[in-house]
Every structure is written in structure tokens, then in C-alpha cells.
């Protein structure tokens, strides 16, 4: 693919031929269809397609439609995924705008250290806020997370384990209670039973910030 600016599109239609296959796989997305959804007119449409087709990512049959070939299912697969863990990442921290829309834009910032880094912090999340779920990394990723795995969310921290708090995700306000406890960044916790303490003392969490704190566990 051309890098810059014109790949973010056709990166775009490639994710959303994925969306569609998700609902209906295997069928071909009519150029109307596809103008519709993304916005755009059919005459655009066509010819991104016409592009598209020609680099290898479709198969494309004038008047019946398009549908991704294996490399183009591959990297709208990629794309999805981005988009999705992005707004796993937006609801986890204090932001207050308009989700979609930002993880639209972020998904074309990630590169491959991006969506490993992004991933482990998240504890590896199956699926997106609105309970969609997330397309499984490629095998580059993939490989490069079960030599990384040492980052988890608070709530999947395993019995009688610990764990170096690296990140709390929420807001400022959630943080200085966590102070207020002794926690903050930099501290150890330990999970036993369905509890958590640190330095000897248990501290009470929910089960909806647990998700929120990121942790470097013992090796």
C-alpha cells in the first residue's frame, strides 16, 4: 500500500468490508452499499475499489460487488481490531468525547509496537463497549504478546499473586481516593480470595477499577 494520508482510506474501506462480512461473510458489498455507509459518493466508491482490487486486497466483479481476498480480510481484520481496542482504551480513561470518532482517527496511529503495547495494558480484551467482539491479533502480534505477558489488569491477577501498579486508568479524582489508601503507581498488591491488599492490609476495590489498573506481575 501507499503510505500517508491516502492510505488512511483505503485502510478505512478495507475495515469496512470486514464489518460487513462480519455480518454476512463471504457475500460481496455492492459499491452503492458501501458509498452509503462510509459517506461517500458511488463514483468514489467504485474507484477505491477499482484500486483496491488491482493492489490484491479485493476481488471485484463490475455490478455485483466486491469481497476481500485474503489479504484484504487479513488487514481489515487488523484495522477492526485497532478501532476496537482503541475504544476499549477511550473508556478507560477520563475522556469525555466522542469515542467512536477518536478511535476512527487513533486506529491509523497504531503500528505494531502500538497494538502490543495497547493490548497487554488492557489485558488482551475480547471485546469492545458495545459487546462486539475483537478480531484476534495476526500471527506478528500474536507471537510478540505471549513473549510479553507479564502486563494484566488488577482483575485478572491471579490467586495469591502480586503485582507493581504501572498505569491506573480513571480519573483523577478515582486516583487520589487510590492514594488515599496507599495506592498509587509505583506499589505492590496482592490478590487473595476475591480480595486485595498491600503492605498487609486489605483494600477495597471494585470489580469495575480493578479493570482499570494495570499491573506488572512477578516473574
Not at 480519573?171 to 480480595?195: C, F, H, P, Q, Y
Amino acid at each position: 500500500m501507499v503510505t500517508g494520508h491516502f492510505q488512511e482510506f483505503e485502510d478505512e474501506y478495507l475495515e469496512t468490508l470486514y464489518h460487513f462480512n462480519e455480518k454476512s461473510p463471504g457475500k460481496r458489498v455492492r459499491n452503492g452499499d458501501l458509498a452509503k455507509y462510509l459517506g461517500v459518493s458511488p463514483a468514489s466508491a467504485t474507484e477505491m475499489i477499482q484500486r483496491l482490487a488491482k493492489n490484491g486486497f479485493v476481488d471485484y466483479v463490475p455490478y455485483k460487488g466486491a469481497q476481500l481476498t485474503k489479504t484484504g480480510l487479513e488487514h481489515g481484520m487488523m484495522m477492526k481490531r485497532r478501532h476496537r481496542l482503541a475504544e476499549v482504551l477511550l473508556t478507560m480513561l477520563p475522556f469525555e468525547g466522542d469515542i467512536h470518532e477518536t478511535a476512527c482517527r487513533l486506529e491509523h496511529a497504531f503500528n505494531d509496537d502500538l497494538e502490543v503495547c495497547v493490548s497487554l495494558l488492557l489485558g488482551n480484551p475480547e471485546l469492545d463497549p458495545s459487546g462486539s467482539k475483537i478480531p484476534p491479533p495476526n500471527s506478528r502480534i500474536k507471537d510478540r504478546l505471549e513473549h510479553n505477558s507479564n502486563l494484566v489488569t488488577l482483575d485478572k491477577l491471579n490467586e495469591s499473586s502480586s503485582g507493581e501498579i504501572v498505569l491506573i486508568m480513571t480519573t483523577s479524582s478515582t486516583r487520589e481516593i487510590l492514594r488515599g489508601v496507599g495506592l498509587s503507581t509505583g506499589n505492590v498488591i496482592k490478590k487473595s480470595g476475591a480480595k486485595y491488599s498491600y503492605n498487609g492490609e486489605t483494600v477495597d476495590i471494585s470489580e469495575e477499577l480493578a479493570k482499570r489498573i494495570i499491573l506488572r506481575c512477578d516473574s
